[in-house]
């Protein structure tokens, strides 16, 4: 069979066709009486062969030395394959999400285009001090902020980006609580401690929402963020904060503050009371919870307590009862 009619029956070009000549890919068994090329079905076959391996992303190179290899072995090519195809799936995944980035600024000119660029390199640079001063610079891209902090694992810089949306105010709300949706524990923590620094009712309503988070973590996060602002739905997981001795005075104070209304205070000493029968350690805890907290009900509690059977929480409790 002729080049022409090879290229018309494969769909290989004759200028490919003779490249793979050139090459020694393909080289045609036989000629013509007149020096034409002739390609018998085994080259035929082993042009599909060529192109089949092309289809692959395989070099021309790479198919030469997998064609004249007889211990070949197909299974390390394709994971080799996969490695690099999945590489340059990530490359482009970047390159999508830092369009789609630029996209989201709506730059004016090139001049904005620019801008957010430089932002862009800055906050995804792999040293943490250049992604902290890009933080810090003044910026109004305050998604590109909220994307960042939340993928963001150094301190330092987290706080610097937190910093910089707090300043920005509410503006990156969207995106955080996005991050809250996200099946990464690590992103739903970030994002809640980002959330916990911006104003406003819209935010202390996201911060409500992640009370009921899988993650202790978060839930614990989003507690002392929305008790401080007065949600009282934070109480079971502050009071669970108590108990278990995580960040308990820090949860203790949200708690006293809370029990300003007197309906809140009774029934958050409720809660308290029913910690007591847990070891010494949660008694004591309780005790010094109670401490914080105003009026009659928690001195009452905190009497009782000295009573304790256990002689430290008797006297802790004392103490505080006495201090009040």
Same mark, same amino acid.
């Given at each position: 069979?002729?080049?022409?009619?090879? /290229?018309?029956?494969?769909?290989?070009?004759?200028?490919?066709?003779?490249?793979?000549? =050139?090459?020694?890919?393909?080289?045609?068994?036989?000629?013509?009486?007149?020096?034409?090329?002739?390609? #018998?079905? &085994?080259?035929?076959?082993?042009?599909?062969? @060529?192109?089949?391996?092309?289809?692959?992303?395989?070099?021309?190179?790479?198919?030469?030395?997998?064609? %004249?290899?007889?211990?070949? *072995?197909?299974?390390?090519?394709?994971?080799?394959?996969?490695?690099? *195809?999945?590489?340059?799936?990530?490359?482009?995944?970047?390159?999508?999400?830092?369009?789609? &980035?630029?996209?989201? =600024?709506?730059? #004016?000119?090139?001049? !904005?285009?620019?801008?957010? @660029?430089?932002?862009?390199?800055?906050?995804? #640079?792999?040293?943490? #001090?250049?992604?902290?001063?890009?933080?810090? &610079?003044?910026?109004?891209?305050?998604?590109?902020?909220?994307?960042?902090?939340?993928?963001?694992?150094?301190?330092?810089?987290? !706080?610097?980006?937190?910093? &910089?949306?707090?300043?920005?105010?509410?503006?990156?709300?969207?995106?955080?609580?996005?991050?809250?949706? =996200?099946?990464?524990?690590?992103?739903?923590?970030?994002?809640?401690? $980002?959330?916990?620094?911006?104003?406003?009712?819209?935010?202390?309503?996201?911060?409500?929402? $992640?009370?009921?988070?899988?993650?202790?973590?978060?839930?614990?996060?989003?507690?002392? $963020?929305?008790?401080?602002?007065?949600?009282? %739905?934070? @109480?079971?997981?502050? @009071?669970?904060?108590? /108990?278990?001795?995580?960040?308990?005075?820090?949860?203790?104070?949200?708690? !006293? *503050?809370?029990?300003?209304?007197?309906?809140?205070?009774?029934?958050?000493?409720?809660?308290?009371?029913?910690?007591?029968?847990?070891?010494?350690?949660?008694?004591?805890?309780?005790?010094?919870?109670?401490?914080?907290?105003?009026? *009659?009900?928690?001195?009452?509690?905190?009497?009782?307590?000295?009573?304790?059977?256990?002689?430290?929480? $008797?006297?802790? %409790?004392?103490?505080?009862?006495?201090?009040?």
């Amino acid at each position: 069979m002729l080049i022409g009619e090879v /290229a018309r029956r494969s769909g290989v070009s004759t200028r490919m066709l003779r490249h793979y000549d =050139s090459l020694g890919l393909v080289r045609p068994t036989g000629r013509t009486v007149g020096g034409y090329r002739e390609y #018998s079905e &085994a080259d035929i076959r082993r042009i599909f062969h @060529v192109e089949g391996l092309r289809s692959l992303g395989m070099s021309l190179r790479q198919i030469g030395q997998a064609l %004249a290899d007889p211990a070949f *072995t197909p299974s390390t090519l394709v994971g080799d394959l996969i490695r690099r *195809t999945e590489d340059r799936l990530k490359r482009e995944q970047e390159l999508l999400e830092r369009l789609r &980035a630029i996209d989201a =600024s709506e730059p #004016s000119g090139w001049d !904005g285009v620019l801008h957010v @660029v430089g932002l862009l390199h800055g906050l995804d #640079s792999p040293d943490p #001090s250049r992604r902290q001063r890009a933080a810090l &610079a003044p910026v109004e891209d305050v998604p590109l902020l909220a994307k960042a902090v939340l993928s963001e694992a150094n301190p330092n810089v987290a !706080g610097a980006l937190r910093w &910089a949306l707090a300043r920005a105010g509410a503006d990156g709300l969207a995106g955080l609580a996005a991050g809250l949706r =996200s099946d990464d524990v690590d992103v739903r923590r970030r994002a809640v401690l $980002a959330i916990a620094e911006l104003p406003g009712d819209e935010a202390t309503a996201v911060l409500a929402g $992640a009370l009921a988070d899988p993650d202790p973590a978060v839930r614990r996060h989003a507690a002392l $963020a929305a008790g401080g602002r007065g949600t009282t %739905a934070a @109480v079971p997981v502050l @009071v669970g904060m108590v /108990a278990d001795g995580t960040n308990d005075v820090e949860a203790a104070e949200v708690l !006293g *503050t809370l029990a300003g209304d007197a309906g809140l205070g009774e029934r958050i000493v409720h809660a308290l009371a029913d910690e007591l029968a847990g070891p010494p350690a949660v008694r004591i805890r309780v005790a010094q919870a109670l401490a914080e907290l105003p009026g *009659t009900a928690a001195q009452d509690a905190l009497r009782r307590l000295g009573d304790d059977e256990d002689a430290a929480v $008797a006297l802790i %409790a004392s103490a505080l009862a006495g201090e009040r």
